[in-house]
């Protein structure tokens, strides 16, 4: 399979994919996947030329061997297959999988048309190219149905649609024909951790990471990936200081491997924990080292996402690092056009408009966190509630104090309608302290306590003006 920002077995793991799966090209010595089915193919060849049982045979087989295999009740070696397809004119791709040379091209091209769709930013043709390939009656897939089926699961993912994804990655993962299960698994687990699910995520996660150990894939490109994807479910559901020994294990393992997009996962994910715990410097330089290793890959959308993961980080520096994260989020965005999804391009402009209220350019960016605002609604409530944020900050710098708390208020009911997860908490203090600044003391401090629940904490901050005179 091939197969993205920002940037993948579910959560019971079939007992049949702890096994390798059966090799899907069909050049290469198996087992016969369906003996019925080629036996009905063998029969029907032999009749359509017309044939007796024992003239197929010659000398080779026996008369009741070929008997046997075209009632389905033996399964031929590799070399009897291909006798026998010589001996009916075809191939023993076809006898195995019922589909002809000509017939696997067009698919295995149209496959390809699809992946280009989505790899270049066009998920919804993507998808419309994977639907008619998958609808195609007159076009048996065989082993490239898993592969079709799985490009179908990105394509929706990368329209925001992650219960559609789920349901098709839930239904892959229960497939033994699958050929990458750890590929199904970083999706799955991302999907259920994008979707607020983390304990699912982190379960599909945990049991990838088993079947990665039975299979011996660690250290692969595939588990080190599997591993900082873990890493992200538990880093989301507050469980860091797991999630920063899981980041630290794939950068060691990551270290050992050839490839630039495996390390720079392990980077990226290193660089979320260090921002977490306030290490800003470091956190900074690991999404720089990660940025300068996507960039020797040809993955747009992680390179435009890692850009504005790094411009929201160098906004969050003290004092701002307002010039480089404006230079950082314009490529991001020009990048995120392309290939990113509405969602990514509403929160690299949310992060723009806090770029140009730091520049004092207000307008600008008023126009800029209200079109990001209405591009999201309720949707995302982190970038919509950042937005209010951004928007109230700019109408108490023009004076409009009454403005700007409403404002923080419409944020504060947007967090508060959603799950409370970790992630929410830097909203939630930045919510707060503008709250205190405002004078609203008793929603600055309802704020904090959210964003100490955020964290699992019990400590509240102190407010700075809790006694006025």
Known sequence: MSGGKGNSVSRHIPRQMAAHSVPMDPSAPHPIPDPLALGRRVRELRQRRGLKQSEL????????????????????????????????????????????????????????????????GDAVEAERLLRALLDDKSLPLGHLRPDAEFSLARAMETQGRLDD?????????????????????????RCYRESGDLSRAVDVGEQAMQLAEELRLRGTDDAVKLTVTLAAAYFERGDTAHAHHLCQTAVEESEASSSPAARAAAYWNASAIASERGQLPTSVALAERALALLG??????????????????????????????????????????????????????????????????????????????????????????????????????????DAARDRYRAAVVTLAAHEADR?????????????????DMSAARDAYRSAAACMGLRAERTISREIRV
């Not at 750890?182 to 799955?188: D, F, G, Q, R």
């Not at 992630?423 to 004078?439: F, K, P």
């Open 57 to 120: 045979a010659l000398d080779r087989l026996s008369t009741a061997y070929v008997s046997r295999i075209e009632s389905g009740q033996r399964r031929p070696e590799r070399d009897v297959v291909e006798f026998l397809a010589e001996r009916l004119g075809t191939t023993a791709a076809f006898l195995l999988t019922g589909i002809g040379r000509d017939e696997m091209a067009d698919a295995r091209l149209k496959l390809r048309y699809a992946e280009l769709a989505l790899h270049s």
């Open 165 to 189: 994804a789920i349901h098709v990655l839930e239904r892959l993962r229960a497939n033994a024909d699958v050929a990458e299960p750890l590929e199904v698994a970083i999706a799955l687990s």
């Open 296 to 401: 020797e890959t040809m993955d747009d959308r992680s390179l435009s996402r890692l850009r504005l993961e790094l411009g929201s980080l160098l906004l969050r520096a003290d004092p701002p690092d307002v010039e480089r994260a404006q230079r950082t989020l314009a490529r991001a965005r020009a990048g995120l056009l392309t290939v990113g999804t509405a969602y990514e391009v509403a929160r690299c402009d949310g992060a723009l408009a806090l770029v140009e209220f730091h520049r004092g350019d207000l307008d600008e960016a008023e126009r800029l966190a209200r079109s990001a605002r209405e591009d999201v609604s309720d949707s995302a409530p982190r970038v919509a509630a950042g937005c209010d944020i951004v928007l109230g900050r700019i109408a108490w710098a023009r004076g409009d104090h």
């Open 423 to 439: 992630s929410m908490a830097t909203v939630w203090y930045e919510l707060g302290d503008l709250l205190d600044q405002a004078g």
